[in-house]
Protein backbone atom coordinates (compact mmCIF):
# COMPACT_ATOMS: atom_id res chain seq x y z
CA UNK A 1 0.00 0.00 0.00
CA UNK A 2 0.79 3.34 -0.75
CA UNK A 3 1.45 5.76 2.40
CA UNK A 4 1.98 8.40 0.90
CA UNK A 5 -1.42 8.54 -0.95
CA UNK A 6 -3.17 7.29 1.62
CA UNK A 7 -2.29 9.63 4.38
CA UNK A 8 -4.00 12.46 1.47
CA UNK A 9 -7.35 11.29 2.81
CA UNK A 10 -6.22 12.77 6.66
CA UNK A 11 -5.47 15.95 5.20
CA UNK A 12 -6.96 19.44 5.84
CA UNK A 13 -8.24 21.37 3.13
CA UNK A 14 -10.65 24.76 4.19
CA UNK A 15 -10.63 26.21 1.12
CA UNK A 16 -14.25 25.36 0.59
CA UNK A 17 -15.25 27.21 3.86
CA UNK A 18 -12.79 29.64 3.08
CA UNK A 19 -15.05 30.73 -0.15
CA UNK A 20 -17.89 29.66 0.46
CA UNK A 21 -18.60 31.22 3.86
CA UNK A 22 -16.11 34.02 3.62
CA UNK A 23 -13.78 32.36 6.93
CA UNK A 24 -10.11 32.15 7.70
CA UNK A 25 -9.05 30.74 10.52
CA UNK A 26 -8.16 32.91 13.42
CA UNK A 27 -4.73 30.80 14.79
CA UNK A 28 -2.57 29.06 11.97
CA UNK A 29 -2.22 24.95 12.29
CA UNK A 30 1.27 25.41 14.06
CA UNK A 31 -0.54 27.26 17.21
CA UNK A 32 -3.85 25.68 17.44
CA UNK A 33 -2.31 22.40 17.93
CA UNK A 34 0.20 24.17 20.42
CA UNK A 35 -2.62 25.37 22.57
CA UNK A 36 -4.30 21.96 22.39
CA UNK A 37 -1.57 19.98 23.74
CA UNK A 38 -1.37 22.58 26.67
CA UNK A 39 -4.92 22.88 27.28
CA UNK A 40 -4.75 18.48 27.40
CA UNK A 41 -1.89 18.95 29.84
CA UNK A 42 -3.43 21.93 31.88
CA UNK A 43 -6.17 19.66 32.00
CA UNK A 44 -5.26 16.12 33.43
CA UNK A 45 -7.77 15.82 35.53
CA UNK A 46 -10.34 16.08 32.66
CA UNK A 47 -8.84 13.33 30.48
CA UNK A 48 -8.17 11.09 33.27
CA UNK A 49 -12.18 11.30 33.60
CA UNK A 50 -12.61 10.52 30.01
CA UNK A 51 -10.03 7.44 30.02
CA UNK A 52 -11.40 6.34 32.97
CA UNK A 53 -15.13 6.60 31.52
CA UNK A 54 -16.68 8.65 34.40
CA UNK A 55 -18.14 10.50 31.54
CA UNK A 56 -19.96 7.89 30.54
CA UNK A 57 -21.21 6.85 34.22
CA UNK A 58 -22.32 10.72 34.54
CA UNK A 59 -24.32 10.38 31.46
CA UNK A 60 -26.12 7.64 32.51
CA UNK A 61 -27.01 9.40 36.01
CA UNK A 62 -28.29 11.87 34.39
CA UNK A 63 -29.74 10.58 30.67
CA UNK A 64 -30.26 6.96 31.42
CA UNK A 65 -28.65 4.50 29.91
CA UNK A 66 -26.62 5.19 26.46
Known sequence: MNKNMNNRRYAIDSS???KGL???PSV???QGIASTIKWY???KRWMDSVISNDYRNYYK???GSM
Open 61 to 63: NMY
Open 22 to 24: NWS
Open 16 to 18: KIK
Open 28 to 30: SFE
Open 41 to 43: IEN
